[in-house]
């Protein structure tokens, strides 16, 4: 018989991990409350357009894309990211019409991408997200950023730095491509593929090129900051003054040029220096973009956004010994003593309708064993039904911190754990 497994670059989380994944999720939509933002949900699939735009240059568009069609219909992708569905959902329900911009909205789940599996890269993993769409504003880049931060570090990563750096308006860039075209133009030909299709597209990704990086060429790029606006440098001097009024520590690289094509002014990426996180040590990452809400039909607005990569954090805050915690203790074990039948369910699903993680007993078994699930569940209170005390209407409750043990009537129960349970907790 075949045995089957996760499908390469993919991975089950079993209850004793997603305990955890909980809590950071919860950690996560608290934060986006406090910041005003609120949370949408697309489909996992969109139309192939949505991602694929005309002449993208990214990796993540033209090889790592899951696109499918059936019965002919039109093209589908999985989605790699985020940002666009969100984007094509904000001019599709024209939310660029509402009275207060920008739109404040975040997202959670699976995003895939067919990439070469190791650890911290996979092929269906989970992003946050969020997208701040409608307004242009530096201390708007330097909010999002905030955000990010915050999350890492109320969960208590410290190993980590802020890399920024800002590619300029059109005209910045504009003049930068120009730069970059007459530069490269007699060496574009000892390049990778990909590289000469970057020239051919958008050759400010030369600068991500990670198998010509060493090529000679790559050492004298002239810098970005000398193509750079008036305009533009003021900006990002307003985004960058705006992170020092908040303590957010940054390092300004003039190389990031970020992985996707619709980056404008603004990109960061928060990285981590712990020596485990190796070559996948981006936590989040993001920054402006200018021309998407048209792309969708929308009008001429600006957004910016970034995405962290959930798994990524996981293992990360694992590095840096975090304890999150497993699965979740039991409050209350109900035992079965003789032939009760369903009592201990019966009274389990009174403890449940109060609030109380309840586990009960099912298969006979000698109180010995019982008391071993008892220890295994954690849970401080024992109820246990007996055949005689319940044909009285009544059940033993033990409490473990103390080990006191009296009898009380069902009726009472639910009263009887509540008190030891607040007095445990006082
Ligand atoms: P990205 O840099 O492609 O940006 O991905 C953001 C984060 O997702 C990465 O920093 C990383 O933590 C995580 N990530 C990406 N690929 C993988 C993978 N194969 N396995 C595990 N984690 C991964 C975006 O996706 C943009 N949409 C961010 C953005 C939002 N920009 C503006 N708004």
């Not at 992708?77 to 959902?89: C, D, F, I, M, N």
């Not at 956004?305 to 975090?322: Q, V």
């Not at 409050?331 to 993680?357: C, F, I, S, T, W």
């Amino acid at each position: 018989m075949k045995s089957y497994q996760t499908p390469r670059g993919t991975q089950d989380l079993l209850p004793s991990a997603t305990a955890a994944w909980n809590k950071v999720e919860d950690l996560i939509r608290q934060m986006c409350h406090v910041y005003g933002y609120s949370e949408i949900r697309t489909p996992v699939f969109e139309d192939t357009g949505v991602f694929k735009r005309e002449n993208d240059s990214s990796d993540m568009v033209n090889k790592e894309m899951y696109t499918f069609s059936i019965n002919n219909e039109d093209s589908l992708t999985l989605r790699p990211e985020g940002t666009a569905g969100v984007v094509r959902s904000f001019v599709e329900h024209k939310m660029y019409g509402a009275p207060d911009l920008p739109a404040r909205l975040y997202y959670m789940g699976e995003m895939f991408r067919y990439e070469r599996p190791q650890k911290g890269r996979y092929r269906q993993f989970n992003q946050f997200g969020i997208e701040n769409i409608g307004a242009k504003s530096p201390y708007i880049d330097a909010e999002c950023i905030a955000l990010g931060y915050s999350i890492v570090k109320a969960l208590g990563l410290s190993q980590i730095k802020v890399l920024i750096n800002t590619l300029g308006d059109a005209t910045s860039r504009r003049n930068y491509r120009e730069t970059l075209l007459d530069y490269f133009k007699d060496s574009v030909s000892e390049l990778c593929p990909d590289c000469k299709r970057r020239y051919e597209q958008n050759p400010l990704r030369l600068l991500d090129c990670k198998v010509d990086k060493e090529h000679p060429v790559m050492k004298n790029v002239p810098s970005l900051r000398d193509s750079l606006t008036e305009e533009s440098k003021e900006y990002f001097d307003k985004v960058l003054k705006a992170l020092d009024g908040m303590g957010i520590p940054y390092e300004v690289d003039d190389r990031l040029v970020r992985g996707l094509d619709y980056y404008t002014d603004t990109v960061f990426e928060v990285v981590s220096t712990h020596p485990e996180s190796g070559s996948q040590s981006a936590v989040f990452a993001g920054g402006r973009y200018d021309g998407l809400v048209q792309y969708f039909g929308g009008p001429e607005m600006s957004g910016v956004g970034f995405a962290m990569g959930l798994e990524r954090l996981m293992l990360l805050a694992e590095a840096e010994g975090i304890d999150l915690g497993g699965v979740p203790s039991d409050d209350v074990y109900v035992m079965a003593l003789g032939n009760v039948e369903d009592a201990p369910l019966q009274v389990a699903v009174k403890l449940r309708a109060a609030g109380y993680r309840t586990s009960f007993n099912v298969a006979p078994r000698s109180l010995k064993a019982q008391f071993k699930s008892v220890d295994r569940s954690g849970a401080k209170v024992v109820v246990i039904v007996g055949e005689s005390e319940l044909a009285e209407g009544k059940v033993n409750v033990k409490h473990i911190a103390t080990q006191m043990q009296t009898t009380v009537e069902i009726s009472h129960l639910v009263e009887t754990v509540d008190n030891l349970l607040n007095e445990e907790g006082e």
